[in-house]
């Protein structure tokens, strides 16, 4: 079947920071990858996505790479701010249908 | 650009009564939405697939008389909670595949609590 796990949290980091949020898959296909963001009280927003193997997904200083030999798509940050404190979910989807999403982590950054 | 437009943001209620929360698709058509349920600290969930003049798929262990799905436009679903209970108290969020399935669009999602 096709199911998402990332890390749990919360992660706690101070600004500046370097942030890494891990998110494996598993999938029966060839899924395109995300990353959404979920500030306080408000829905799902993209954060950036990949759709193949070794493409790489960039946005706002997140950066994640489609690793289909370790099915990953870990979310990295150089440099972390407190604006950054959110829920991140990792979700795979064919075709834009039905998504599958990672049980969220929640960052939280303190300055 | 497209967007999904879902109202209302939240929503209290009483526990006995009917909730409808609408998710509209703007600027583009529709024919499957979906509508994915999110309990506290837990993730999304897909409920049900709503198809555009047909009858909406339900997940596994979903209620279909208790989550009510119509799709009676190309550019409208609605999800109404009937006999809302405390433990339905959660967030509501719709999704829309673009024209071609190569974007989707999530509304801004509808928090509910039932007293």
């Known amino acids: 079947g096709n199911s998402v796990t990332q890390m749990e949290g919360p992660v706690t980091l101070s600004e500046e920071a370097f942030l890494t949020i891990n998110c494996t898959y598993t999938?029966?296909?060839?899924?395109?990858l995300f990353w959404y963001v979920q500030y306080p009280g408000e829905g799902l927003q993209l954060l950036l996505k990949?759709?193949?193997?070794?493409d790489k997904g960039s946005n706002k200083g997140f950066e994640a790479t489609y690793r289909k030999e370790t099915t990953s798509f870990h979310l990295e940050k150089g440099s972390v701010q407190v604006s950054d404190s959110a829920v991140y979910f990792c979700?795979?989807?064919?075709?834009?249908?039905?998504?599958?999403f990672g049980s969220g982590t929640k960052l939280n950054v303190k300055p | 650009g497209a967007v999904v437009s879902q109202h209302p943001s939240w929503v209290i209620c009483k526990s006995g009564t009917s909730v409808k929360i609408e998710c509209r698709s703007l600027d583009f058509q529709a024919t499957t939405m979906f509508w994915y349920r999110q309990f506290p600290k837990q993730s999304l969930m897909l409920m049900a697939t709503?198809?555009?003049?047909?009858?909406?798929?339900?997940e596994q262990g979903v209620e279909k008389d208790k989550f009510l799905i119509n799709h009676a436009s190309l550019t409208l679903s609605t999800l109404t909670v009937t006999s809302a209970h405390p433990e339905d108290s959660s967030f509501y969020i719709c999704s829309a595949p673009s024209k071609g399935n190569t974007e989707a669009f999530f509304g801004q999602g509808t928090r509910l609590t039932v007293v």
């Open positions: 999938a029966t296909g060839y899924p395109s």
């Open positions: 990949a759709t193949k193997a070794d």
């Open positions: 979700a795979l989807t064919y075709n834009f249908n039905k998504f599958y």
């Open positions: 709503s198809n555009e003049g047909s009858k909406a798929t339900y």
